[in-house]
């Protein structure tokens, strides 16, 4: 008789209306907010830093949408001339961004 009353309790108490427990993890989401600031190569590039941004006027003048920037493989800025460190800052912070991991700040860092 305990152990009925026990498992009826413990029912009750786990049975929680469906809309209190979505509610509650609503504010919590693995996609993220959209930013309000548009990015476009330059501010990329001098997001990433690192002397990347010394590349600016190259990547602009050659990919020209940052849309494109997102997609573009090795071979591609090897043959614009971008050194291999460089490179694999800018593929290394573009797969992040694709995955809404990263983003560049609004307002440029205070050295």
């Not at 049975?15 to 996609?31: I, L, Y």
């Not at 330059?42 to 003048?61: A, D, M, Q, R, Y």
Request: hydrophobic share 35%.
């Amino acid at each position: 008789m305990a152990w009925r009353q026990i498992l009826f309790s413990n029912r009750r108490l786990l049975s929680v209306p469906s809309n209190s427990v979505t509610s509650g993890f609503a504010s919590f989401s693995s996609k993220s907010n959209p930013y309000i600031v548009k990015v476009g190569i330059p501010e990329f590039l001098n997001g990433v830093g690192k002397g990347v941004e010394t590349h600016i006027e190259k990547l602009e003048s050659e990919i020209g949408d940052f849309s494109k920037l997102l997609v573009t493989r090795t071979l591609k800025l090897k043959k614009l001339g971008i050194p291999c460190k460089h490179r694999k800052l800018i593929l290394k912070y573009t797969h992040k961004y694709r995955l809404g991991l990263w983003r560049p700040r609004a307002e440029p860092v205070k050295a």
